[in-house]
C-alpha cells in the first residue's frame, strides 16, 4: 500500500477505472496534454490517448452536453470543470438534461456521468476559483453530490461515481488536494455512495462535515467526546446515521465553508429538527462561511470556519 | 505587406421540386415509384395527425401542442435519409420525425396528454425524447457522435432545431465541439421563420443559418424546406458523409411555421395573413402531389384513400391514447435514479 495525497489517489482511481473498462473517457479544458490544471489527470492521455483523454474546447456547457450525449450512447464519461464557479454556464445542461433524463424517458435513457470540479477556499486564488456551491445541485432531484474528505475515501468514492447509473458531481477541495497523504490501497475497492461515516465515535455531541471541513472539525474536537460524521455524499445523504448520533448525544453542531443561508447545513438542521427533535438538549448549530460573496485571499481566513469558531459552537450546545 | 484574401466561402442553396410540381431531374432523388407514394402517404399522416393534435387540444383533450404544419417535408426528408441505426435528437417540434420513424401515434398523444410514459422510447427506436430547453440538445447528439466514433460504430446522429435556436450559446459549443472533433453529426434547422413572436431577422445578422458553418470548419447548405427532394439529397449527401468519416453538415431547411408557436400562442398578433397566404402555394404536400399527377402516378381515389387510411390511424391512435390508464403516483419517483433514496422510499409512503 502506497501513501499518497488526495490528487494521485483521484489519478489513480481515473486509470484504473479506465484500465478495467474502455467505456470509461475523460474530457475537459486541460485535461490531457497538461494533465489537469491541479494535475489530476496527469499521464492519463500518455496511457490511453486523446481518443479516451479529450482535451476539449473552452466551453462548460458543451464539456458537460457532450458527456451527457456520450453516456445516453453507452459511455461513462467523466468530465472535468476546472474550477466550481465555472460550472454555471453548464448548470442548463446538469439541471434540464442530466438530471430529468432518465426521468423524462421513463427509465429508457440514463446518465452515468461523473463531473469532477474542484471546489472552495484556502489556496489564494482569483475570483471565482473558491466556490462552494454544492448546495445548488442537492436541490436538483436526479443528481448526486459527493465530497470526500481524505485520499482514501476520495479514490473509493470516485470509483463508485465511476461505476453509478446516475449522474454525479463530485466536489475535490483544492485545499486538500496535497494537504494530507494517507495509505491508498492499489486496485479496486469501493466506498458506496450515500453512506456517511462515523470518523470517531463520541456520547455528548455529533459533529457533521464533508470535503474540506472535516480536518478542521476533527482539530476542533480534541478534548471534547464528541462523535464526528463525515457526510461523504450530500445528495442523497445519510440521514439515518444523523438520527441515529443525534439520539444518542442530543446535540449537533453542522460545518461546512458555503455561505450558511441555504447552505446544505440547513437541510440538515431542518431534518434532525423533523425527526429528532425530541432528543435534542438544545439548538442545533451551523458554523459556516459568511453570506459573503467569496473574497479575494487578503480575507479569505476570515471567511473560512475556523477551528476556533467550530469549537466554539461546540461550547455553546455544550452549555444545555 | 498587401492585404490578401485567407479563406471565403459560398453559400449554397438547393431547390429540385417547385411550387409547380416540376422536378429537375439531373439532381432529384432516384426514387421509386413506391417510394415516392411512401413518401406522400407519410406526409399526409404526419399533417392527419397534427391537425387531430390540434383539434384535441382545442377540446382540453391533451395539453399545449407545437404542430408541425407547413414543415412535413423538411421532418420527413431528413428521417428518411437515415439508417434505423442512426439517433435522432429533436427538438419539441418533431411530431411528424415521431410520425415518420415509426413511433407509435397514440404515445405521442399520451405524452402532450401529460403522460411521461408517451415519450418512453421503444428499444427499438433510436431516438431521444424530445427537448424543450431551446437549443441545449443539439450537444447531446454531438456527444453521441462522438461516442459513436469512438465505439467505431459507423452510426450517425442526427438533430432539429428551429432558427430561434441558432441564438443560444449551446448551438455555438455543439457546432465547435462538433467541427473540433469531426463527429459523424447532421444539423438541421428547420427556419420557419418565426421563433414564436421574433422574425428570422432578429435572430441573426447573417443572410443565412448555413452559412454559419463556414466559422466552424465544416459545410453548412440552405435547402427549399418545402421541396422533400432537395431535402432528402442534402441531408442523405450529410449522412453519407459523417458515416463515411467526413465529419459533420448543417443544413438549413427554409421553410414557414404555418400555425401558432403552440397552441398557447396567437400568431395574427405579429404577423400579417398576407404572409401566411404567400406560403400556402409553396406548401409541401401540394408541390409533391403536382409531381405524382405529373409523372402518372396519381389519381384523386387514390388520394381519397390516403386521406381516409391516415384518418383511420389516428382515429385509431386517439381511442388508444385515451384509453391508457392513468400513471400511478409513484412513477414520478421512482425514475429519478435508478434505486429510491431513503427519504423517497418514505414519501412512497404518501402514496
Request: charged content about 25%; some cysteine.
Amino acid at each position: 500500500m502506497a501513501t499518497m495525497n488526495m490528487v494521485h489517489a483521484i489519478n489513480l482511481a481515473l486509470k484504473e477505472e479506465m484500465q478495467r473498462d474502455k467505456d470509461v473517457v475523460i474530457l475537459g479544458e486541460d485535461v490531457g496534454r497538461d494533465g489537469g490544471v491541479f494535475r489530476v489527470t496527469e499521464g492519463l492521455l500518455e496511457q490511453f490517448g486523446e481518443a479516451r483523454v479529450m482535451d476539449t474546447p473552452l466551453a462548460e456547457s458543451g464539456i458537460v452536453g457532450t458527456a451527457i450525449g456520450m453516456a445516453v450512447y453507452g459511455l461513462k464519461p467523466v468530465a472535468e470543470i476546472q474550477f466550481m464557479g465555472f460550472i454555471y454556464p453548464a448548470a442548463d445542461q446538469i439541471f434540464n438534461h442530466a438530471a430529468r433524463i432518465r426521468s423524462r424517458s421513463r427509465g429508457r435513457y440514463s446518465v452515468p456521468m461523473v463531473i469532477r470540479t474542484p471546489y472552495g477556499v484556502g489556496i489564494r486564488s482569483p475570483e471565482h476559483h473558491s466556490e462552494s456551491s454544492e448546495a445548488h445541485f442537492c436541490h436538483m432531484p436526479g443528481i448526486k453530490v459527493v465530497v470526500p474528505s481524505s485520499p482514501y475515501y476520495a479514490k473509493g468514492l470516485l470509483i463508485s461515481a465511476i461505476r453509478d447509473p446516475d449522474p454525479v458531481i463530485f466536489l475535490e477541495s483544492t485545499r486538500l488536494y496535497r494537504m494530507i497523504k494517507e495509505d491508498v490501497p492499489e486496485g479496486e475497492y469501493t466506498v458506496p455512495l450515500g453512506k456517511a461515516r462515523i470518523v470517531q465515535e463520541g456520547g455528548q455531541v455529533t459533529v457533521i462535515s464533508w470535503g474540506s471541513m472535516l480536518q478542521k472539525t476533527i482539530k476542533a474536537i480534541e478534548g471534547v467526546d464528541a462523535e464526528v460524521i463525515d457526510l461523504m455524499t450530500l445528495n442523497p445523504f445519510d440521514e439515518e446515521a444523523i438520527f441515529n448520533s443525534v439520539k444518542k448525544t442530543g446535540r449537533a453542531v453542522v460545518v461546512y465553508e458555503a455561505p450558511k443561508t441555504g447552505g446544505f447545513g440547513a437541510e440538515i438542521s431542518a431534518s434532525i429538527a423533523e425527526d429528532a427533535m425530541l432528543y435534542l438538549k438544545g439548538p442545533i448549530k451551523r458554523v459556516t462561511g459568511y453570506d459573503a460573496v467569496l473574497p479575494l485571499p487578503k480575507l479569505e481566513d476570515y471567511y473560512m470556519p475556523s477551528t476556533e469558531r467550530i469549537r466554539k459552537a461546540i461550547d455553546e450546545v455544550m452549555q444545555y | 505587406m498587401p492585404e490578401t484574401t485567407i479563406e471565403s466561402c459560398e453559400v449554397k442553396r438547393l431547390e429540385i421540386l417547385s411550387e409547380n410540381g416540376d422536378a429537375d431531374e439531373s439532381l432529384a432523388p432516384k426514387f421509386t415509384d413506391s417510394q415516392i407514394r411512401e413518401l406522400y402517404e407519410t406526409l399526409v399522416r404526419m399533417r392527419t395527425f397534427d391537425g387531430r393534435a390540434l383539434n384535441l387540444q382545442r377540446e382540453g383533450r391533451i395539453g399545449t401542442y407545437a404542430s408541425i404544419l407547413g414543415q412535413e417535408a423538411a421532418q420527413l426528408g431528413t428521417a428518411y435519409a437515415l439508417e434505423k441505426r442512426d439517433w435522432i435528437f429533436p427538438s419539441f417540434r418533431e411530431n411528424g420525425v415521431f410520425v415518420a420513424r415509426g413511433y407509435e401515434m397514440y404515445m405521442i398523444l399520451q405524452y402532450w396528454g401529460g403522460d411521461e410514459r408517451g415519450i418512453k422510447v421503444p428499444e427499438d427506436i433510436n431516438m431521444f425524447p424530445i427537448s424543450i430547453p431551446v437549443g441545449t440538445h443539439m450537444l447531446h447528439a454531438v456527444g453521441a457522435a462522438m461516442a459513436a466514433k469512438y465505439k467505431e460504430d459507423k452510426t450517425v446522429t442526427l438533430t432539429y432545431f428551429g432558427d430561434g435556436g441558432t441564438s443560444e450559446g449551446d448551438f455555438h459549443e455543439a457546432m465547435n465541439f462538433a467541427g473540433v472533433f469531426q463527429a459523424p453529426v447532421v444539423f438541421i434547422c428547420e427556419n420557419n421563420q418565426w421563433a414564436i413572436s421574433v422574425p428570422r431577422a432578429r435572430q441573426t445578422a447573417a443572410m443565412t443559418i448555413a452559412q454559419k458553418a463556414f466559422a466552424y470548419g465544416f459545410e453548412g447548405i440552405q435547402v427549399d424546406g418545402n421541396d422533400i427532394f432537395a431535402v432528402y439529397k442534402a441531408t442523405k449527401s450529410a449522412v453519407d458523409k459523417a458515416r463515411s468519416g467526413g465529419g459533420p453538415t448543417l443544413i438549413e431547411c427554409h421553410t414557414y411555421r404555418m400555425s401558432d408557436h403552440t397552441t398557447a400562442d396567437d400568431a395574427s398578433r405579429y404577423r400579417t395573413k398576407e404572409e401566411v397566404e404567400a406560403w400556402k402555394e409553396k406548401d409541401p404536400i401540394l408541390r409533391l402531389k403536382r409531381y405524382m399527377e405529373k409523372k402518372g402516378l396519381w389519381a384523386d381515389s387514390y388520394g381519397k384513400q390516403v386521406d381516409e387510411d391516415a384518418k383511420a390511424l389516428v382515429d385509431e391512435a386517439v381511442k388508444k391514447a385515451e384509453a391508457v390508464e392513468k400513471p400511478k403516483p409513484q412513477d414520478m419517483l421512482v425514475y429519478t435514479y435508478k434505486e429510491l433514496t431513503p427519504r423517497q422510499k418514505k414519501q412512497m409512503g404518501d402514496f
